[in-house]
């Protein structure tokens, strides 16, 4: 059974830094992308970033790109985003997803496994 867990959520201010991590288990790591996804208060869940199994792709959605970098351990089953310049509307549940069937895929429907989220909050 495929199982993810994000932690490294809290609170930051603007400007400041949080590092989210992925732990997964129940599945062969480096065949998955990995994906992180957020979702604020009334609005859908968006994609966020993508990381291929090897690691040598990433994708970023524009709104964090050149702020925020994933990166992954294989040998730790661990993902993580290390997000910087935070901003207010950077405020957020986030989601760590993973697939074996695409590689980067921007799309939620393309990811079948996903974490409890954790929360991400920052102030101005």
């Known amino acids: 059974q495929v199982q993810l867990v994000e932690s490294g959520g809290g609170l930051a201010q603007a400007e400041g830094s949080l590092r989210l991590s992925c732990a997964a288990s129940g599945l062969t790591f480096s065949d998955y992308t990995l994906g992180w996804f957020r979702q604020a208060p009334g609005q859908e869940r968006e994609f966020v970033a993508a990381i291929s199994g090897s690691g040598g792709s990433k994708y970023y959605a524009d709104s964090v790109k050149g702020r925020f970098t994933i990166s992954r351990e294989n040998a730790k089953n661990t993902v993580y985003l290390l997000m910087n310049t935070l901003k207010p509307d950077d405020t957020a549940v986030y989601y760590c997803?993973?697939?074996?069937?695409?590689?980067?895929?921007?799309?939620?429907?393309?990811?079948?496994?996903w974490g409890q989220g954790t929360q991400v909050t920052v102030s101005s």
């Open positions: 997803a993973a697939t074996p069937y695409y590689s980067n895929s921007p799309a939620l429907i393309h990811y079948p496994y």
